[in-house]
């Protein structure tokens, strides 16, 4: 498929996972194949023939758990796009992007103060802009936020598609801990689709150890080649198990006990609890993953260690062509940690993914139709 389509071809979720409240009956969410308008493109605005869109548990929770999204179904989800701009700006027709996942206005206080990630009107595939999302032919985008794809040699472009989040945010995830060369850090939930990178990129930007922590024990042996130098396996222990073993990793290197870099990257209230218990002197937890549970901790620790606690959401797409150089540089690997399907695959996927919570490879999907 090429040049400009009469239509653009896409799964939306036309039915998010829903309750009865009145029998507790879980009705399934369900997508459907739609053919939907192509918009009149603004003049700086373009049309991305998409080459692959990841799979994030963002997308699991808006299609199973009832986290909301802006605009209300039927919409396309997907967020993790790469493809070839196809129509509209001309300066940018032809070319191989990066979408990223959230993209400011650039226009408010936040945007002109360097928090654009958490620009109030940001525009999210699969989410916020419009009915459009990645998981369909193609998606017309703002052209300001683009990253341009060069010189990828034989690095395929639906693998890419990673880099709007999976590794984008994990780099954002770096800079709001002003993550500096010889930092010590610990990522919780190493193996998963964000976590994986986060590691790397701790490596990459310098950080003097990574200690990774999960409950996949292969996961965890192949973290030890990807960033990670020391591992805990955290699966039926609580977060007092996981922190004494963390302390004796530090006594038995000589690491000292203070100023740790933590990212909570798993996203589930066990990861948290253990960031929380992990949290020491002068040092920082930094909240990657998402999760509706609740976790309790007394904040006067936080006044007694001196210690902080930071919230980070996406990635300014300023830092794109920055973790685009690293992944094709091979700083950070993409590859072993990508598993491409047929986008047709989508409802399979999803209750796989879902199902098993944090699968081997992260899964992008193909336009098939």
Not at 183 to 212: E, P, R, W
Request: glycine share 10%; net charge neutral.
């Amino acid at each position: 498929m090429s040049g400009i389509p009469d239509k653009i071809l896409t799964w939306q979720m036309v039915q998010p996972t829903s309750k009865n409240k009145e029998t507790g009956e879980i009705i399934p969410g369900k997508f459907e194949k739609k053919e939907i308008p192509v918009p009149k493109l603004k003049s700086d605005e373009v049309l991305v023939e998409v080459a692959g869109c990841g799979v994030c548990h963002t997308d699991l929770g808006y299609f199973y758990d009832g986290v909301p999204t802006v605009n209300k179904p039927p919409l396309t989800l997907g967020h993790e796009i790469s493809g070839k701009v196809v129509a509209g700006d001309e300066a940018w027709v032809g070319k191989e992007v990066i979408i990223p996942a959230v993209m400011p206005c650039r226009k408010c206080l936040l945007c002109k103060t360097g928090r654009g990630n958490r620009c109030l009107n940001q525009k999210m595939p699969g989410n916020s802009l419009g009915i459009y999302g990645g998981f369909s032919s193609h998606i017309p985008v703002p052209s300001i936020d683009l990253c341009e794809v060069k010189n990828r040699g034989d690095m395929p472009l639906e693998k890419l598609a990673v880099l709007a989040d999976a590794a984008t945010t994990p780099f954002q995830a770096a800079k709001r801990a002003d993550l500096q060369p010889g930092d010590n850090v610990v990522v919780i939930g190493i193996c998963g689709g964000v976590g994986q990178y986060m590691g790397q990129i701790a490596k990459a930007l310098g950080a003097g150890t990574v200690i990774g922590i999960d409950i996949h024990e292969e996961k965890l042996k192949r973290a030890l080649n990807y960033g990670a130098d020391f591992v805990i396996n955290s699966k039926d222990k609580d977060a007092r198990a996981v922190s004494k073993e963390f302390r004796s990793i530090c006594k038995e290197q000589g690491l000292p006990n203070f100023g740790w870099k933590i990212f909570e990257v798993s996203g589930a209230k066990p990861g948290q609890e253990i960031g929380l218990a992990l949290l020491g002197f002068t040092g920082k937890l930094i909240v990657v993953g998402f999760t509706l549970a609740k976790v309790e901790y007394s904040i006067s620790r936080l006044m007694a260690f001196d210690a902080e606690m930071i919230g980070t959401w996406g990635c300014l797409p300023e830092h794109y062509p920055v973790v685009l150089d690293m992944a094709l540089k091979g700083k950070i690997k993409i590859e072993p940690f990508v598993e491409t399907r047929p986008m047709s695959t989508i409802a399979e996927t999803f209750e796989e993914v879902h199902r098993v919570g944090s699968p081997d490879r992260r899964i992008v999907l193909v336009p098939d139709f």
